[in-house]
């Protein structure tokens, strides 16, 4: 028996199951800090946002309608800015808003006319956006049956293993033409690296500071992805 090899074999298996353990660990904690930190998040908000629009709307009353200060009146200016922050804390963020327009570019080759590219923005994945959303995310996209679907910056929020929640989800995406993504500064927060190994290995290819060409037919355009300034200042 070959106990040096199996000795190594032991060690490494004890180190996966450090490394796994720490990873769940690590998982939990994130869940548990963000369901923390969220709700003091949104409170703060609104404390800023009350003592802030508060005293502005109170000094305009003031100074126009004395008369309307009542009591009703400040109770309802003191509930109104946590209110708003609930709403957008718990339901608004439910919510995915599609716009749409036509891009003309000038020079742009006949097989690329009608290329219908769908953009994706600021996912944040995570605590807030789970997967159930993201799939409801992707039944939107995939309606829209776009050409091209970049996708840029936030794609998590606070912890590298959010990554594995979206990245899946992206690279399932069908279209022709790809799906691409860049980095914002929530995905640099945290381990930016292990992000965006875990977006290509999914299929979804990150473009950092750099550009690719796309093309269809005869007809071709440059892709073009740069990184986030504030946390990637190189």
């Not at 990873?23 to 949104?42: H, K, M, R, W, Y």
Request: aromatic share 6%; proline share 4%.
């Amino acid at each position: 028996v070959n106990v040096s090899a199996l000795a190594n074999d032991v060690v490494s298996a004890n180190s996966m199951q450090q490394a796994l353990y720490s990873e769940q660990t690590g998982s939990v904690l994130s869940g548990a800090t963000n369901l923390v930190i969220a709700p003091c998040f949104l409170f703060l908000l609104a404390c800023v946002g009350h003592a802030f629009f508060g005293r502005i709307l109170g000094g305009v009353l003031r100074l126009v309608a004395p008369q309307l200060l009542t009591g009703p009146v400040r109770l309802l200016g003191l509930a109104l800015p946590f209110a708003l922050v609930i709403y957008g804390g718990g339901f608004g963020q439910l919510w995915t808003r599609v716009e749409r327009g036509a891009l003309k570019l000038p020079g742009l080759g006949r097989e690329l006319a009608g290329l219908r590219v769908v953009q994706l923005s600021d996912i944040h994945a995570g605590a807030m956006v789970g997967p159930r959303r993201l799939r409801r995310i992707a039944r939107q996209v995939a309606r829209l049956k776009p050409d091209l679907v970049v996708v840029t910056g936030d794609i998590i929020n606070a912890a590298p293993h959010e990554a594995e929640l979206v990245a899946p989800i992206l690279g399932a995406l069908e279209t022709s033409l790809g799906v691409w993504a860049c980095m914002g500064n929530h995905d640099y927060f945290v381990d930016g690296e292990r992000v965006v190994a875990t977006l290509e290995r999914a299929g979804v290819r990150v473009l950092r500071n750099r550009g690719e060409v796309i093309r269809r037919g005869e007809s071709a355009f440059w892709l073009a992805g740069v990184d986030d300034t504030w946390t990637r200042s190189e």
